[in-house]
């Protein structure tokens, strides 16, 4: 019963970013990127230093980090989070959220080939293949299926940004698997999503200055659901079942998000087109070839 309630848990994580990718491009129709960026993770970070002291309570304030493990936290919060959630406002702005789930799916794969370039760890042949399977299927979405396109490098700026967001992220997972695994992953991740609440906060004040906060009730819905939900709750959901039933596992179950953002097209108002299933299709066969090669 205890293993049901945790794959519940990791399931219903993959729900709610999701939701995510369609919930932003509300915020993103009152707001600019930054400035959303700004107002989820204020709440994010708040929802994490509530579960965080009701875990270590006052103990917290006993964590010691050396210089270095600092350097390495704001190298994830930077990588991780700033950049991360940067490219993911601003490609969602222009790109479906479709699209978007399916390309950042890559990051399995493209954090496999970051730990084969930074760290040498062997790649076997067949998880070249898986992850060639999944680039193959992101290559299907970012031309629409015109292949002419590619030789011509046309692509939609929009699925660019996700792309780069994919890139930064698994860029720092290697950060933090090389420099930071002994540090507990709920203190980790709210330490790095306060010094990139900060770094949002510091770039989007000329915005918040000058262009008034929308009071509309959708926009904040969409912001308090991301900050609280997609964020602050998902994230230590997520950590608490990668502790009950491991990285691999958990992180396989990533591979419900791009479905659960096709189903959630539909009620949200999106389109979906023959090209992005079979796009995502591919994707996940190569992401699943690569995580039975893993184990």
């Not at 009701?54 to 994830?76: I, N």
């Not at 969602?92 to 040498?120: C, D, E, H, M, R």
């Not at 790095?192 to 906060?213: D, G, K, M, R, W």
Request: glycine share 8%; with cysteine; charged share 10%.
């Amino acid at each position: 019963m205890a293993r049901i309630i945790v794959l519940t848990l990791l399931i219903l994580t993959m729900f709610f970013w999701a939701i995510n990718f369609h919930v932003v491009k509300i915020a993103l129709n009152f707001y600019t990127p930054i400035s959303v960026a700004t107002l989820r993770f204020f709440f994010g970070v708040v929802s994490l230093l509530i579960i965080l002291y009701l875990k270590y309570g006052k103990a917290f304030s006993k964590f010691k980090f050396s210089g270095k493990e600092w350097w390495y936290m704001f190298l994830t919060a930077f990588f991780g989070i700033f950049l991360t959630i940067y490219f993911f406002n601003l490609g969602l702005k222009t790109t479906s959220a479709v699209n978007g789930s399916l390309i950042i799916a890559t990051s399995p794969a493209i954090t496999a080939v970051f730990a084969f370039l930074l760290q040498k760890r062997k790649v076997s042949v067949l998880q070249w293949i898986a992850i060639g399977i999944s680039f193959f299927g992101v290559v299907i979405i970012l031309v629409k299926g015109d292949f002419g396109k590619l030789t011509q490098l046309q692509f939609e700026i929009g699925d660019m940004h996700i792309l780069l967001m994919a890139i930064v992220f698994s860029l720092s997972q290697i950060i933090v698997s090389k420099y930071l695994p002994h540090i507990d992953a709920i203190v980790l991740t709210t330490i790095s999503s306060l010094i990139a609440f900060v770094l949002f906060a510091i770039f989007s004040i000329p915005e918040l200055v000058t262009i008034q906060v929308p009071s509309d009730l959708s926009f904040w819905s969409s912001i308090l659901f991301m900050g609280i939900l997609g964020t602050g709750v998902a994230y230590t959901a997520f950590y608490f079942c990668v502790v009950k039933l491991g990285a691999t596992t958990s992180t396989l179950y990533m591979n419900l998000i791009p479905f659960f953002a096709v189903l959630l097209a539909f009620p949200f108002g999106e389109k979906v087109y023959t090209v992005q299933l079979l796009g995502g299709g591919i994707v996940i066969i190569g992401l699943l070839l690569f995580g039975v090669s893993k184990k």
